[in-house]
T-cell receptor
Framework: SQQGEEDPQALSIQEGENATMNCSYK?????LQWYRQNSGRGLVHLIL?????REKHSGRLRVTLDTSKKSSSLLITASRAADTASYFC???????????FGTGTRLTIIP | GAVVSQHPSWVICKSGTSVKIECRSL??????MFWYRQFPKQSLMLMAT?????????EQGVEKDKFLINHASLTLSTLTVTSAHPEDSSFYIC????????????FGPGTRLTVT
């Protein structure tokens, strides 16, 4: 399966700043999901946005989706040290439960 | 709810031996589970889809005779890495469909396999 790409690959910011990560994908999708992974651990589901949605919020998270550009962004506002992790986008096609993961962004929050 | 466990969390085995990794859905039944592989600082790559009571569906390039998957019950899927080699060292993660919305996957905490 073709992976999506995320940029930046790595991002370091000061605590309290906002962090933005971008994800691009190649095929039509039913939904796009963002996950967080702490080092050496499993994945935590953050948010899901459907193909007919353009923006979604959950706490300090804001996700946008532009299906015409086949891209999505994840914004984390007022970052905290605990946000340090890798963040992955994953896409699901219509009628297919399989997820295709992006390459990931390693986020480091500097206290 | 919707908790998925994996056992063991880490394992070291010698080259040529086989190792079994279990994936369990603790509080729900999962007719479909997925197995992923993740190399250090890389993304997750889907290895196979495991369906209860039927043969697993492997992704292109994944050797089905090397990575044996058994989904014998609605709460348990196992991945057996046969005749392991050092290049099989990786982080293996499973996920399970909750049976709710078709896209709701819940991930296990992963198993770190090191082959010496």
């Amino acid at each position: 399966s073709q992976q999506g790409e995320e940029d930046p690959q790595a991002l370091s910011i000061q605590e309290g700043e906002n962090a933005t990560m971008n994800c691009s994908y190649k095929t039509s999708i039913n939904n796009l999901q963002w996950y967080r992974q702490n080092s050496g651990r499993g994945l935590v589901h953050l948010i899901l946005i459907r193909s007919n949605e353009r923006e979604k919020h959950s706490g300090r998270l804001r996700v946008t989706l532009d299906t015409s550009k086949k891209s999505s962004s994840l914004l984390i506002t007022a970052s905290r040290a605990a946000d340090t992790a890798s963040y992955f986008c994953a896409t699901a096609n219509f009628g297919n439960e399989k997820l295709t993961f992006g390459t990931g962004t390693r986020l480091t929050i500097i206290p | 709810g919707a908790v998925v466990s994996q056992h063991p969390s880490w394992v070291i085995c010698k080259s040529g031996t086989s190792v079994k990794i279990e994936c369990r859905s603790l509080d729900f039944q999962a007719t479909t589970m997925f197995w992923y592989r993740q190399f250090p600082k890389q993304s997750l790559m889907l290895m196979a889809t495991s369906n209860e009571g039927s043969k697993a569906t492997y992704e292109q390039g994944v050797e089905k005779d090397k990575f044996l998957i058994n989904h014998a019950s609605l709460t348990l899927s196992t991945l057996t890495v046969t005749s392991a080699h050092p290049e099989d060292s990786s982080f293996y993660i499973c996920s399970a469909l909750s049976g709710g919305a078709w896209y709701e996957q819940y991930f296990g905490p992963g198993t770190r396999l090191t082959v010496t």
